[in-house]
């Protein structure tokens, strides 16, 4: 069985200040993991991934992740912040190889206070 | 550009009406997947095909149902919406182990 735990459902920050939204997963085999970010009334869109290689992943709008075997976390980061950024932020998991369920987060709701 | 299309982005339905959202994707990609997502929650797959093979979620109601024609279309059958059944019902594809791609979404209200 694989999961994700996104601590803090609502992350507030002030513009220009740094961004981290937290991620810890369970997974049986080394998993991939993906940052989604998803604006009110729009679907979901891929803001990065983790498969293998390179632990620390950059993604769009000036995100990144680093994958932590030792902590099982992927935490997202943006050094600073601005209000177009406010949103909600999914994170997921799949088993590597084929095709494999994704499995989300609760989403962790971005506020950018100006 | 190569994109997943939800048609209607808003449908009102009523309680016991049936429904059909719809869904396309020029990506050619080979599993299309339902979501259904209720407010400031994670999205809940109903239900995907990979290529033809139909695979429904074990806790997904029988008031759903499912169709996909052809590569390109599926779609999402509402039997008879109760006001629980009130989300955004989300689409998405993907290409084997690659990451989702979605579309914008339905919002279904149920009256």
């Known amino acids: 069985a694989q999961s994700v735990t996104q601590l803090g459902s609502h992350v507030s920050v002030s513009e220009g200040a740094l961004v981290l939204l937290r991620c810890n997963y369970s997974?049986?085999?080394?998993?991939?993991l993906f940052w989604y970010v998803q604006y009110p009334n729009q679907g979901l869109q891929l803001l990065l991934k983790?498969?293998?290689?390179?632990?620390l992943v950059k993604g769009i709008n000036g995100f990144e992740a680093e994958f932590k075997k030792s902590e099982t976390s992927f935490h997202l980061t943006k050094p600073s912040a601005h209000m177009s950024d406010a949103a909600e932020y999914f994170c997921?998991?799949?088993?590597?190889?084929?095709?494999?369920?994704?499995?989300f987060g609760t989403g962790t709701k971005l506020q950018v206070i100006p | 550009d190569a994109m997943v299309i939800q048609n209607p982005r808003y449908q009102v339905t009523q309680f016991g009406k049936p429904v059909t959202l719809s869904c396309s994707q020029t990506?050619?990609?080979?599993?299309m997947y339902w979501y259904q997502q209720k407010s400031s929650q994670a999205p809940k797959l109903l239900f995907h095909?990979?290529?033809?093979?139909?695979?429904n979620e074990a806790d997904t109601p029988d008031n759903f149902q499912s169709r996909r024609p052809n590569t390109s279309f599926c779609f999402l059958d509402i039997r008879s919406p109760g006001l629980g059944d009130a989300a955004m019902y989300l689409c998405?594809?993907?290409?084997?182990?690659?990451?989702?791609?979605f579309g914008n979404g339905t919002r279904l209200t149920v009256t």
């Open positions: 998405a594809t993907s290409l084997e182990n690659s990451p989702l791609h």
């Open positions: 095909y990979y290529d033809k093979d139909f695979n």
């Open positions: 997921a998991v799949r088993r590597p190889g084929g095709y494999q369920k994704v499995t």
């Open positions: 997974s049986s085999v080394p998993p991939y």
């Open positions: 990506l050619n990609h080979n599993v």
């Open positions: 983790y498969t293998t290689g390179a632990t």
